[in-house]
């Protein structure tokens, strides 16, 4: 994972162990993404949760461009930066 990644993944990985809930990582730049896609410069991960609403207000407030609750992102939490 692109170092830029990390921080990323690690204030998602705080939130749901101190919230209890559930979090998976359903991409990265492993699947086929919208052209120009941050996804393709490792700026960013796609979240499963079991609190997306959750998820997506925490990684907003640390900063992090979410997508969510938007076409193409009901499924899943969008986090890019």
Do not use: C, K
């Not at 939130?15 to 809930?21: I, L």
Request: glycine content about 8%; overall charge negative; charged content about 20%.
């Amino acid at each position: 994972m692109d170092r830029r990644l990390h921080p990323m993944f690690h204030v998602a990985q705080t939130w749901a162990t101190r919230t209890n809930n559930t979090l998976r990582v359903v991409s990265a730049n492993d699947h086929i993404h919208a052209d120009r896609s941050q996804h393709y410069m490792d700026r960013a991960i796609d979240f499963h949760s079991s609190d997306l609403d959750g998820l997506a207000g925490w990684l907003s407030a640390y900063g992090y461009t979410v997508l969510w609750r938007v076409p193409g992102h009901y499924g899943h939490v969008h986090a890019e930066g």
